[in-house]
């Protein structure tokens, strides 16, 4: 297995991932839709320790979008709410010992009660050495999230000649965290799927056939490897 030589100056400080893979996972193994969101949850737990031990600051996953939540199965939809209620209640305390904070993208309260007072319990916990903001991306969707700030602008008051990027950027989910460096997509897919439409416009994409419950820390670091071989022009 070839070893890939990180330079920790050129370190993403923001990494989103779109996990892909889990179902595809648990059918070659025979299991079900459930176990393979379970398998995928627990390799989240190692990405997010991992990130940590190599000074990344930001991290943001998707999830659940929004058309996945409501067009799944719902058997499929409540092993996950299942196994979200479940980590909130194993990892908050951890969380708040290792200094992570974590953050929703997008509109939980759709959720059914059980979820959101999960949620509301992780969000609440407060860390007193931050060292990763975990963004997890739930009933999300990165147009509807424009749309939002869109209305949101218009409801403030703020006149078009006052409108710019910064401006824009404060209205979104991800306000007052820097864009993604690096978008990863693994199983084999390569598209965005409506993820960070707004905040990806510079960022470097990877796409891989590893399937997300796959996804190694191994597979993370050749990630960010190919990250720090480009030369990274940001529009200039």
Not at 38 to 44: D, V
Not at 106 to 116: D, E, T, Y
Not at 163 to 169: F, G, R, Y
């Amino acid at each position: 297995m070839k070893k890939y030589q990180l330079d920790p100056k050129k370190m993403p400080q923001h990494i989103a991932i779109i996990m892909d893979g889990n179902r595809r996972w648990a059918k070659k193994r025979g299991l079900s839709s459930t176990e393979g969101h379970r398998a995928g949850a627990e390799n989240l737990e190692k990405i997010v320790n991992y990130c940590q031990k190599l000074g990344v600051k930001h991290l943001t996953v998707y999830a659940l979008s929004t058309e996945n939540w409501r067009r799944r199965a719902k058997s499929e939809v409540r092993g996950i709410f299942n196994i979200l209620v479940e980590a909130v209640r194993r990892k908050k305390k951890e969380y708040q010992r290792q200094g992570v904070r974590v953050f929703i993208l997008g509109n939980f309260q759709a959720f059914p009660l059980r979820v959101r007072q999960a949620l509301q319990q992780i969000l609440a916990v407060v860390k007193q050495h931050e060292r990763l903001k975990f963004n997890i991306a739930l009933n999300y969707g990165g147009r509807a999230e424009i749309i939002q700030a869109i209305k949101h602008i218009i409801a403030d008051g703020i006149p078009p000649e006052k409108v710019d990027e910064k401006l824009v950027s404060r209205y979104l989910y991800t306000n007052g965290q820097p864009d993604p460096d690096l978008i990863i997509r693994t199983g084999g897919e390569i598209r965005l799927s409506n993820f960070l439409l707004w905040q990806l416009s510079y960022a470097e994409l990877y796409f891989t056939k590893t399937l997300w419950p796959d996804f190694s820390p191994h597979e993370l670091n050749k990630a960010i490897w190919q990250f720090q071989q480009r030369e990274r022009r940001l529009g200039k």
